[in-house]
């Protein structure tokens, strides 16, 4: 019951005010209509017993079977929780896990839920939001009670020190994690970065790159004019090491340093990566215009695009070590050593000392053994993803008379039938050792051979890069399979006999450390991060933590952590390994 009653008289107008008697239990919406559901669709302690032993903002049925919602996974979006009972649901336009949960059969109703990201409640049988603040027994104490449990899953934008927030009910490595986190300046925090307009693709890269422990420190060893590099050329040349001053870093490479710089200081993010996009669209125009782009293609740019300054400031640096000689200037010796000063010394840039390593192809003809090496250097390794499809009968005939397979596409025949990830043996035509004479026309003879390719130099930081995106006929598509990927990965199986650095035996240990994932498709995608907030241990104390990680299993401890532009929220393993990751980064532990 209720209704409008007037007050005493206003002593400054003189005039008579109403007021309006609500029914004390009584929630209304927004629009003024009172829902009768709340006393039996609210029920604040099984809702506290439910969020404390679940993965907290993650849709469970996506979680659980992995479900894709418009080909995007629904836990990184709205997540709408039940009142009754604590179930987490997406609220996507073909999942609708939330809905579906409404409208299974419970004996009493499960009809009011609140958004995790909005914390606005809605009620299925009004079809109305509710107002939060009429009731401070029920809606009022349950968002409260939300919200401060939001917050402990949050990380801090402006921690400069090395707390680590431990997920509740999170038990992967956890002997590991608890208290054993050493205190160290070394531990970067995780920042927003400001979307400039598409700029996803831009900011999921970056942020994996303000985790590279091995770039903060480089970058920083050349980051102002006057910087020494010492050169040791081979010992075939007979020279003695050279110590050279460099000039004053590029544009890109000082706004990067800048970017980093600013990722790490301690002050409140998110903040703009403004300078260090403009710097790099100068360098690529073609990442201008607010478009859609892809986050490998921004990577393998950038880093290029560094190293081609840094090779510019070294080749400088040596020159003016013999004091700038030109072509008419320098003797045959003068330009002898430059020359060999200079091709150790481009190796020496920052870039290729993380993230520059080596393949060897191999291969080897069926019909006359004749084997052919060539070495090739990759900043990341393109593994393809195998479709999960039925495949169509092929007409054998016809297909001999009229078809001719290039190696690509027998490439692509062998990813597809082999359930492997990585670089293997594959039948490859060949074309033929085959000499006319004259005027005589030769023809192409194509026969079986055999490739191989491993790895002959590993770098410290290994970047797998999944290839979601492929040809098929005029268009583009995506791949949305579910890739299983570990924490560490033992790259000996994938390594050369000759391979540098690498003793016969060993296993030779990665630990991921950053992940790109890319939801959606096509036409409409979204680039997000993971990131481990992590001390790395001291080069002599790696062997000694991964003996003690029962195989090494776990990786390094540490605390995940989920970047989309601005937003910044703590998450448990469970979650990154359940991410539709499309570049995988490792960082090397032995």
């Known amino acids: 019951v209720y209704g409008i009653i007037p007050k005493k008289s206003c002593r400054e107008c003189k005039k008579a005010t109403l007021t309006v008697l609500w029914p004390e239990n009584c929630i209304y919406s927004l629009s003024g209509v009172p829902c009768q559901h709340v006393s039996r669709a609210v029920d604040v302690t099984s809702v506290k017993k439910a969020v404390t032993q679940s993965v907290w903002s993650v849709c469970s049925e996506c979680l659980k079977e992995r479900v894709m919602c418009d080909g995007e996974p629904s836990g990184p979006f709205d997540v709408l929780l039940c009142l009754k009972c604590g179930f987490q649901g997406c609220n996507q336009s073909d999942g609708q896990h939330s809905v579906k949960h409404f409208q299974a059969a419970h004996s009493e109703p499960h009809c009011i839920v609140i958004s995790l990201s909005t914390w606005k409640v809605w009620c299925h049988e009004c079809n109305e939001e509710l107002s939060t603040h009429c009731n401070k027994k029920a809606l009022a104490q349950m968002v409260d009670f939300l919200q401060k449990h939001s917050n402990?899953?949050?990380?801090?934008?402006?921690?400069?020190?090395?707390k680590i927030i431990k997920i509740r009910g999170e038990t992967e490595s956890s002997d590991l994690i608890k208290g054993r986190i050493p205190v160290s300046s070394t531990l970067v925090p995780v920042k927003g970065l400001s979307n400039l307009g598409n700029t996803c693709f831009f900011n999921a890269v970056m942020q994996n790159l303000a985790q590279t422990h091995l770039m903060n420190d480089l970058i920083t060893e050349i980051k102002e004019k006057g910087s020494k590099l010492k050169i040791c050329p081979s010992a075939?040349?007979?020279?003695?090491?050279?110590?050279?001053?460099?000039?004053?870093?590029?544009?890109?490479?000082?706004?990067?340093?800048?970017?980093?710089?600013?990722?790490?200081?301690?002050?409140?993010?998110?903040?703009?990566?403004?300078?260090?996009?403009?710097?790099?669209?100068?360098?690529?125009?073609?990442?201008?215009?607010?478009?859609?782009?892809?986050?490998?293609?921004?990577?393998?740019?950038?880093?290029?695009?560094?190293?081609?300054?840094?090779?510019?400031?070294?080749?400088?640096?040596?020159?003016?070590?013999?004091?700038?000689?030109?072509?008419k200037t320098a003797d045959d010796d003068t330009k002898r050593q430059v020359k060999a000063y200079g091709k150790e010394g481009v190796k020496m840039n920052f870039v290729d000392r993380i993230f520059v390593g080596e393949l060897t192809n191999t291969i080897?003809?069926?019909?006359?053994?004749?084997?052919?090496?060539?070495?090739?250097?990759?900043?990341?390794?393109?593994?393809?993803?195998?479709?999960?499809?039925?495949?169509?009968?092929?007409?054998?005939?016809?297909?001999?008379?009229?078809?001719?397979?290039?190696?690509?596409?027998?490439?692509?025949?062998?990813?597809?039938?082999?359930?492997?990830?990585?670089?293997?043996?594959?039948?490859?035509?060949?074309?033929?050792?085959?000499h006319g004479s004259g005027r005589d026309k030769v023809d192409n003879v194509y026969t079986s051979a055999r490739k191989q390719m491993l790895i002959s130099a590993l770098p410290p930081v290994v970047i797998l890069h999944l290839k979601r995106f492929h040809q098929a006929g005029m268009t583009l598509r995506k791949v949305n399979r579910h890739v299983d990927f570990p924490l560490v990965l033992d790259l000996a199986p994938f390594c050369s006999a000759s391979c540098k650095n690498i003793v016969a035996g060993e296993k030779v240990l990665y630990s991921l450390y950053g992940i790109v994932e890319h939801s959606g498709s096509m036409r409409g995608g979204h680039y997000t991060a993971y990131v481990k907030i992590r001390a790395p241990p001291k080069k002599q104390d790696y062997r000694k933590h991964v003996m003690g990680l029962k195989e090494a299993t776990g990786g390094l401890p540490g605390q995940w952590v989920y970047v989309s532009d601005t937003h910044v929220q703590a998450v448990p393993e469970s979650r990154v390994l359940n991410s539709q990751a499309y570049l995988l980064f490792y960082e090397e532990l032995l």
């Open 364 to 434: 080897m003809c069926e019909e006359c053994e004749h084997i052919s090496t060539v070495k090739e250097a990759f900043i990341d390794l393109s593994l393809p993803i195998i479709e999960e499809r039925v495949s169509k009968p092929v007409n054998m005939g016809r297909a001999a008379k009229t078809s001719k397979l290039s190696e690509r596409d027998c490439e692509h025949l062998t990813s597809a039938t082999e359930d492997t990830a990585y670089p293997t043996f594959a039948i490859l035509p060949k074309n033929t050792k085959k």
């Open 152 to 162: 402990a899953f949050k990380v801090p934008t402006n921690c400069s020190s090395s």
């Open 236 to 327: 075939e040349t007979n020279l003695d090491p050279l110590v050279v001053t460099l000039p004053s870093p590029e544009p890109l490479t000082s706004a990067m340093f800048l970017f980093l710089h600013s990722m790490k200081e301690a002050g409140k993010g998110p903040i703009s990566p403004k300078i260090l996009f403009n710097q790099m669209c100068q360098k690529a125009p073609r990442f201008k215009g607010y478009q859609q782009q892809d986050s490998q293609e921004l990577l393998h740019y950038l880093l290029d695009a560094m190293r081609v300054e840094e090779t510019k400031r070294i080749k400088a640096g040596i020159l003016k070590a013999f004091n700038n000689p030109t072509e």
